[in-house]
């Protein structure tokens, strides 16, 4: 009976570690409040020469990211920050908003106004997974047909 058991959670460990990025993230994060990031997207592009992180903030409609925030990798203090247009965000918010962000572990995040998540668990450039919050709004205003639905209001790039 032991060695069925130890077989079993064996098994349950193994599959548990080849289970997709995605699958963990929407596991995780399906009743998150991403309130925070309303209206901004993040985009982390790797290390610098230091090993700090490198994050581009855009705001909405923007075409150039409005700041570029160093963060230092092991204790989530903002080394720098580097804003391009605009007024920098109150230093406290943001340093609350990058440490939210790093603790998601994604290098692609947007909430847009209406609170739909845009995430991509690989890289940065393009989201392939997207939490919808209200799918009336969302589907007059965006198309998903390269989406595959994969739970609730979760959906998945094919």
């Given at each position: 009976?032991?060695?069925?058991?130890?077989?079993?959670?064996?098994?349950?460990?193994?599959?548990?570690?080849?289970?997709?990025?995605?699958?963990?993230?929407?596991?995780?994060?399906?009743?998150?409040?991403?309130?925070?990031?309303?209206?901004?997207?993040?985009?982390?592009?790797?290390?610098?020469?230091?090993?700090?992180?490198?994050?581009?903030i855009f705001e909405k409609n923007s075409l150039?990211?409005?700041?570029?925030?160093?963060?230092?990798?092991?204790?989530?203090?903002?080394?720098?920050?580097?804003?391009?247009?605009?007024?920098?965000?109150?230093?406290?918010?943001?340093?609350?908003?990058?440490?939210?962000?790093?603790?998601?572990?994604?290098?692609?995040?947007?909430?847009?106004?209406?609170?739909?998540?845009?995430?991509?668990?690989?890289?940065?450039?393009?989201?392939?997974?997207?939490?919808?919050?209200?799918?009336?709004?969302?589907?007059?205003?965006?198309?998903?047909?390269?989406?595959?639905?994969?739970?609730?209001?979760?959906?998945?790039?094919?």
């Amino acid at each position: 009976m032991k060695k069925i058991s130890l077989t079993i959670i064996t098994l349950f460990v193994l599959m548990s570690c080849n289970t997709p990025r995605y699958k963990k993230l929407v596991l995780n994060y399906d009743s998150f409040n991403f309130e925070i990031f309303t209206g901004l997207e993040f985009r982390n592009r790797g290390l610098d020469k230091d090993g700090n992180i490198i994050l581009l903030i855009f705001e909405k409609n923007s075409l150039v990211y409005n700041s570029t925030i160093i963060v230092d990798k092991k204790s989530e203090n903002i080394v720098s920050v580097e804003t391009i247009k605009g007024n920098p965000k109150e230093q406290q918010f943001l340093k609350t908003m990058v440490s939210e962000f790093i603790k998601i572990n994604v290098p692609y995040l947007k909430v847009d106004y209406e609170q739909n998540v845009f995430i991509n668990p690989d890289n940065f450039e393009h989201y392939n997974l997207v939490r919808i919050n209200d799918p009336k709004t969302f589907f007059r205003n965006k198309n998903l047909n390269n989406f595959k639905k994969i739970i609730d209001r979760w959906y998945l790039r094919d």
